[in-house]
């Protein structure tokens, strides 16, 4: 179709429960699906809700599939008997993103209803349908066929029941005023199909569909009982929608056997000024539809199925729809919610910590938390409702130090890991230098050790453990280089003993020997002085028989010369 917005992503979705029914009469119980519940989680604000109401068989579902969804026999359920196909609230499960007329990007909900005045439902429960559909949209639209006559305003009594199914206010039993609750109330589009009258006031004027709206709901003169029950529809459509608007549409074939066909018949089969009135309705519907929002506050998917629980469990228990009720039920989902989303925001952040800093020092750990404790905060904030945020705000600082004790934990493990590490790594040239015997002494260690230890304190992050750490290795690598260097000291000096033992037992045998060789030679030397003092005695004996011979030969010769003489 020409001029559709709806694109192909949108339009690939499908009818799902938005608010099914489950048993029949006075049993029967409202509850939201949970693939609806399941989708709207999905859905970021501003999210725009248009709710389609009209009576049963007047080609409501027609207008939702081919004019709003533009989809062919995919779309909602469409019947062409006079039972009413959908039941409950249906919803498509493929937002149409939508640019308003200020440049605002909304998501687009378009929710199909249980037809009204159907033969198998009562008034009290197509007022709940009506109330259903009004309070969870943004944009109210109400299909009816012809013209907007005092038949017409009669289908709408059921606006006259708003105010006995929803309240404004707990524990206010007053009459609420129009007034109070249009400010909670949708935009209102009334669309009139099959409309064959002229667009022109009392003088034959050309009118505004706009203004012919206004004109049907200015109060008739008449006392009559039925004048005044039309008034009174009239003045709450006035008072209950400030924001309102009409679209007419033609007919959109003259070929009446075709009009039950029309779910699967070609735009180019309809009347020209048909789709060209389809395609302005199309256009006003996605850039008008506001935001759904709740006292100033745009809702997310979340908030509005928890909306959507609570007014379907008020409509179980048989109680009003109490709009401040259930708001204050959405906020306090949406803000326990909300704590769950800073809660998560935190322990992101902490594991992208963990994963790419830590272990960090205690002060840069500290100013971590409370950079993501802020920031966990601040989204708390922008998520919450409501003015009363303490318990929330106490709720996420109690789950945030839970949080901080554990990555506190794990930075201590890390550290500790770390510390270790590095202790080893500095340590180990040491290591080597003890194991090699390079420290004569432990003092020439301790001096290599305590230079070791600078290097450590410097490179290790300061947390708790650092000194622990530290401490407790330098101790085990103390004792160990201790024990080695006093062991190598002390084969040292076996080893030494031993050598001056071998050398005092060499001296001592050499001594020995010396002796030995000494009391030898000191027996020869005495041998050779008796040898020689017996010579010597020889010797002296001879020369005394020597002298005594040359005494004798001395005197013999005397004498013999005496004798001469």
């Not at 179709?1 to 979705?13: R, T, V």
């Not at 200020?102 to 198998?120: A, K, P, Q, R, Y």
């Not at 009446?256 to 018949?265: R, V």
């Not at 290795?473 to 024990?483: C, H, I, K, N, R």
Request: one cysteine or more; glycine letters at 6%; aromatic letters at 8%.
């Amino acid at each position: 179709m020409a001029g559709s917005a709806a694109d192909e992503e949108f339009k690939s979705g499908k009818g799902i429960v938005f608010i099914g029914m489950e048993g029949e009469g006075d049993k029967a119980q409202f509850n939201v699906s949970d693939e609806a519940k399941e989708f709207l989680e999905t859905l970021q604000p501003p999210i725009a809700i248009a709710s389609i109401v009209g009576k049963y068989r007047t080609g409501k579902s027609f207008l939702v599939n081919r004019m709003l969804l533009d989809v062919v026999g995919n779309g909602f359920q469409v019947g062409a008997t006079v039972n009413s196909c959908t039941k409950g609230l249906w919803m498509w499960n493929k937002p149409l993103k939508c640019v308003q007329a200020d440049g605002t990007v909304v998501n687009l909900l378009i929710v199909d209803t249980e037809g009204i005045g159907s033969l198998d439902a009562d008034a009290d429960h197509d007022a709940k349908i009506f109330a259903l559909a009004l309070l969870l949209s943004s944009y109210f639209i109400y299909n009816s066929v012809g013209s907007i006559d005092e038949s017409a305003l009669n289908s709408l009594s059921l606006v006259v029941e708003l105010t006995k199914h929803i309240r404004t206010q707990s524990g206010n039993d007053a009459p609420e005023t129009g007034e109070t609750f249009s400010q909670f109330f949708p935009a209102f589009l009334w669309v009139v199909r099959d409309f064959a009258l002229r667009l022109e006031d009392g003088n034959g004027d050309p009118i505004s569909s706009k203004q012919y709206l206004e004109a049907a709901l200015t109060p008739t003169q008449g006392f009559s009982e039925g004048a005044e029950v039309k008034n009174r529809i009239r003045r709450m459509l006035l008072a209950f929608f400030p924001d309102r608007d009409c679209v007419t549409l033609k007919r959109p074939i003259e070929d009446e056997s075709q009009l039950q066909k029309l779910d699967t018949i070609d735009w180019g089969d309809l009347r020209p000024e048909f789709v060209e009135q389809v395609t302005g309705l199309r256009k006003k519907i996605y850039g008008s539809s506001p935001p759904k929002s709740l006292n100033g506050k745009n809702l997310d998917g979340h908030m509005i199925g928890w909306l959507a629980e609570a007014y379907s469990k008020s409509i179980n228990e048989g109680a009003s729809l109490n709009i401040g009720d259930a708001w204050a039920q959405v906020a306090n989902s949406r803000n326990t919610k909300a704590v769950e989303e800073a809660v998560s925001l935190y322990s992101k952040l902490a594991a992208e910590c963990k994963h790419s800093e830590m272990p960090l020092a205690s002060k840069d750990l500290d100013d971590r938390h409370n950079d993501y404790t802020n920031r966990a905060r601040k989204l708390l904030r922008q998520n919450s409702v409501g003015d009363d945020l303490d318990e929330f705000t106490t709720e996420l600082n109690t789950k945030i130090l839970g949080e901080y004790a554990l990555l506190k934990d794990e930075n201590e493990k890390l550290a500790r890991e770390s510390a270790l590490e590095i202790a080893k790594a500095t340590y180990a040239p040491i290591a080597a230098g003890v194991d090699s015997h390079a420290y004569e002494t432990f003092k020439v260690f301790e001096s290599a050790r305590l230079k070791a230890k600078q290097e450590m304190l410097a490179s290790v992050p300061d947390t708790p453990v650092k000194t622990e750490v530290l401490a407790c290795f330098m101790e085990s690598s103390v004792s160990e280089a201790a024990g080695k260097i006093e062991s190598k000291r002390t084969l040292d000096s076996e080893a030494e003993m031993t050598s001056l033992k071998e050398q005092v037992s060499a001296a001592q045998h050499e001594a020995s020997q010396t002796k030995i060789q000494l009391e030898k030679e000191t027996g020869e030397l005495k041998l050779r002085e008796e040898h020689v003092r017996q010579d010597l005695e020889k010797t002296k004996e001879s020369e005394q028989e020597a002298r005594e011979e040359m005494e004798r030969e001395k005197k013999r010769y005397e004498e013999e010369t005496w004798e001469l003489r």
